[in-house]
């Protein structure tokens, strides 16, 4: 079964701190991950995509890790803001023979910062 | 450029109404999701349009929900005889060439 999950489910951290969420899939066969930010009353927002070949990305104070054999990866943020306040959301993109894209989306970690 | 929009942002309705709710996709974009995500749980695949092959609609709940795209661009999510299990934020999202899928900001749809 094609699955995403994450954790923690949530988490609260000081500002300024660094923090580092854990996305692991069992989607086959892989075609990209994402992860998004997703602030409250919004839609989703991309934060970094990542293909089988790639195994790290940056997107300002956020990475992204991929581990394609192990099938996880991580998104880490450093020296955390007010504004990194959000729910993050890995997703899982499968491409089928017809070249249609399957997209499995985690549940996401919430993420706190506090002053 | 602009980017994805839904309307309404916001809709309340009684259970038992149906109700339609609109994606306007970026434009050039030939795929068109939609998704729903229930108060404190994750996004969950509704349906996908590509192109002008026959939509992927797997991930409809049940034959009261439906969905149309016209011209290859404009969606509407129609929900007949809304129940209060339907009460979500129902998310667009549309895809150009590459792998990004660019979302709405939603429709947050309450059924009293």
């Known amino acids: 079964k094609n699955q995403v999950e994450q954790s923690p489910q949530s988490l609260i951290i000081l500002e300024g701190k660094n923090c580092t969420l854990q996305?692991?899939?069992?989607?086959?066969?892989?075609?990209?991950l994402r992860w998004y930010k997703q602030d409250t009353g919004r839609g989703p927002v991309s934060l970094t995509i990542m293909t089988f070949s790639e195994n790290t990305k940056s997107n300002g104070r956020y990475t992204a890790t991929l581990d394609a054999d192990t099938k996880q990866s991580s998104l880490h943020i450093t020296a955390s803001q007010l504004s990194d306040s959000a729910s993050y959301i890995c997703?899982?993109?499968?491409?089928?023979?017809?070249?249609?894209?399957?997209?499995?989306f985690g549940t996401g970690t919430k993420l706190q910062v506090i002053p | 450029g602009a980017g994805v929009s839904q309307s309404p942002s916001n809709k309340v309705t009684e259970k038992g109404k149906d109700v339609e709710l609109r994606c306007d996709p970026i434009?050039?974009?030939?795929?068109l999701y939609w998704y729903r995500q229930s108060l404190g749980q994750g996004l969950e695949f509704l349906i996908y349009?590509?192109?002008?092959?026959?939509?992927?609609k797997s991930g409809l709940p049940s034959d009261r929900f439906s969905a149309e795209r016209t011209g290859g661009s404009v969606s509407t999510l129609t929900i007949q005889r809304t129940q209060q299990e339907d009460s979500a934020v129902y998310l667009c999202?549309?895809?150009?060439?590459?792998?990004?899928?660019?979302f709405g900001p939603g429709t947050r749809l309450t059924v009293t």
């Open positions: 349009f590509q192109g002008n092959s026959a939509p992927d």
């Open positions: 996305c692991n899939y069992t989607v086959s066969p892989f075609s990209n």
């Open positions: 997703v899982v993109t499968r491409t089928n023979s017809g070249g249609y894209q399957k997209v499995t």
């Open positions: 999202a549309s895809r150009g060439q590459g792998h990004e899928q660019y």
């Open positions: 434009s050039g974009h030939t795929a």
